[in-house]
């Protein structure tokens, strides 16, 4: 996007398509703004094609990829995917997609999303997560989603927990607060693995929740 790795940005605008393909053993981070953000993320847009493929861990964002700061009145238009094809069992794997971030470890407010969203994994032992407007974690308030949300687990390996959670805001709510928030995109998690542990979670707001979700 704008840049790779960036402490914050405010006031930009993304209309290229993004791809970030890593070797199989490392992470890969595509968004339309940040790929990775550590700082405070305000008033930008992506309308471009956001891919992260392939890694053991790929996020995928119309804003941000990963942030550990906040992130506000951001809005996407753009599609997003996330994949991840590492198999590894004694490793975290996992694919995150997000309107607005990937993985979200501070607050989104005030962020819209217009675009596709999907997940995919063909590893053993992974997650997928989509949301609309983040794919994983962190509080959210303030925004909506009107477009699809998916995610997908396919393996030719013996699998053993693994998961697809969707949300039409966050796909996995995990320590984080949601409030004022709403959906009218389609929400789907698919799994087609015949094996035990295998898990397909959705849902208008949340995939799955450890903590509240208010006004929505």
């Known amino acids: 996007g704008i840049v790779g790795y960036g402490m914050g940005a405010s006031n930009c605008r993304n209309y290229g398509r993004i791809t970030a393909s890593a070797s199989a053993s490392s992470d890969s981070y595509a968004a339309g703004i940040l790929g990775y ?96 407007i983040a794919g994983y974690k962190g509080t959210i308030t303030n925004c909506y989603n009107t477009c699809s949300v998916t995610a997908t687990l396919t393996s030719s390996i013996f699998t053993n927990n693994t998961c697809a959670i969707v949300g039409g805001i966050v796909g996995s709510n995990s320590n984080g607060h949601i409030e004022n928030c709403y959906n009218s995109g389609d929400v789907s998690a698919t799994s087609t693995l015949a094996y035990a542990y295998a898990y397909a979670y959705a849902g208008g707001i949340a995939g799955d929740t450890n903590d509240t979700i208010t006004n929505c």
């Open 37 to 132: 953000s550590g700082g405070t993320v305000s008033r930008c847009y992506n309308a471009g094609q956001i891919r992260a493929t392939n890694a053991r861990r790929s996020f995928a964002a119309g804003i941000c990829g990963k942030n550990t700061a906040n992130v506000t009145s951001c809005k996407n238009e753009g599609t997003i995917y996330a994949h991840t094809a590492y198999n590894d069992e004694n490793d975290a794997l996992y694919a995150l997609a997000g309107g607005i971030c990937g993985s979200n470890f501070a607050t989104v407010s005030y962020g819209e999303n217009y675009g596709f969203i999907q997940a995919d994994s063909t590893s053993s032992h992974a997650y997928a997560y989509a949301g609309g």
